[in-house]
């Protein structure tokens, strides 16, 4: 069920509204634009309704800081104003509104106008997570996972909180394919993907699939010492997942490599220092392979 935030200095005005859009999802309000902006952040909603005239912080206001906050910027807006007013809602359209109703609220109007951008709502979460995933084991994909580190690293930045990652690499995986036939190295992708997912499990971490059969996990709010406690356990886990692999030179079942990185971030004039991150995780993996696999590097 959707949720539906109506926004207005006018408490029985929300009144008369809040029935008229009782079928389409479930409704909350706010009367002002200063506890409308504190609720959409503790739990955004999927669609807001937004009094352009309001007193301390109005409309225009509110729309401009939901379009500069990353957790808000995709929740359609639709204005409404209380006259037929043109500049208002040129104003609301050029401050990121999608729609446009005028008072008094008409409920045929309203619905109608509700339903549609509801509807795109949800087709676009569901085009943003299909596009965020990797389709083979559901994960995060590269990109996403890029996005969220550079996202992570900047927020570090500010709070001087340390940033950590695990690098991880499957052994022997292509003697594994040559084995047991590439459909069988997808289904022990998959089973590799689920025991990562299920252990990246503070909120804030993310686990992706970075490569073929390479994974990582962000951490933020974790010290180096505390990632490679992460990597030891995610070391272990798969191992313990006792998957077959009569191939590999490095024991009878399947076994990961792992390397970890991670620090405070500092000011760096220039882009994507994040990857820096990537580069030293990288560069212990290559460490833990060197020195028999199926470790934590160096
Ligand atoms: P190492 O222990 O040094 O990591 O050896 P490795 O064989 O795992 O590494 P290498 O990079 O030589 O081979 C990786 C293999 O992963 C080769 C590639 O065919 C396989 N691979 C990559 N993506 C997929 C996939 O989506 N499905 C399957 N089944 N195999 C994949
Ligand atoms: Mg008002
Ligand atoms: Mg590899
Ligand atoms: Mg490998
Ligand atoms: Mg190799």
């Not at 926004?7 to 999802?25: F, R, S, T, Y």
């Not at 009367?31 to 352009?52: E, F, I, K, N, Y």
């Not at 299909?130 to 995060?140: E, F, I, M, P, V």
């Not at 998957?243 to 220039?270: C, E, F, K, M, N």
Request: proline fraction near 6%; aromatic fraction near 4%.
């Amino acid at each position: 069920m959707p949720t539906i935030l109506i926004v207005d200095d006018n408490a029985p005005l929300i009144q008369v509204m809040a029935p008229m859009l009782a079928g389409l999802g479930q409704v909350r309000f706010a009367t002002s634009g200063a506890a409308a902006l504190r609720q959409m952040r503790l739990d955004p909603p999927d669609l807001v309704l937004l009094d352009a005239e309001m007193p301390e912080m109005d409309g225009f206001e509110v729309c401009a800081a939901m379009r500069a906050d990353a957790a808000l910027e995709a929740i359609p807006v639709i204005f409404v104003t209380s006259h037929d007013d043109l500049e208002a809602e040129l104003r609301g359209l050029a401050a990121g509104a999608v729609d446009f109703i005028a008072k008094p609220v008409r409920e045929p109007l309203l619905v109608a106008r509700v339903t549609t951008h509801l509807r795109l709502k949800h087709l676009t979460d569901e085009l943003r997570r299909t596009a965020q995933r990797d389709g083979l084991t559901g994960l995060h994909n590269r990109g996403s996972f890029d996005q969220h580190l550079s996202r992570e690293w900047q927020r570090s930045l500010r709070t001087g909180t340390p940033l950590s990652l695990v690098l991880l690499d499957v052994d022997h995986f292509k003697r594994y394919n040559d084995h047991y036939g590439h459909p069988a190295g997808d289904a022990c992708l998959r089973a590799v993907a689920a025991a990562l997912g299920g252990l990246a499990r503070r909120p804030g971490d993310l686990a992706a699939r970075v490569g073929g059969e390479e994974f990582a996990v962000l951490l933020p709010n974790t010290t180096p010492e505390g990632a490679r406690e992460v990597a030891e356990a995610i070391c272990q886990a798969i191992g313990q997942l006792a998957l077959p692999h009569a191939a590999s030179l490095t024991a009878d079942h399947v076994t990961v490599s792992l390397g970890v990185a991670g620090w405070v971030p500092r000011p760096s004039p220039h882009d994507g220092a994040e990857q820096a991150l990537m580069k030293r995780a990288g560069e212990a993996l290559y460490d833990a392979k060197a020195a028999g696999r199926s470790r934590v590097g160096p």
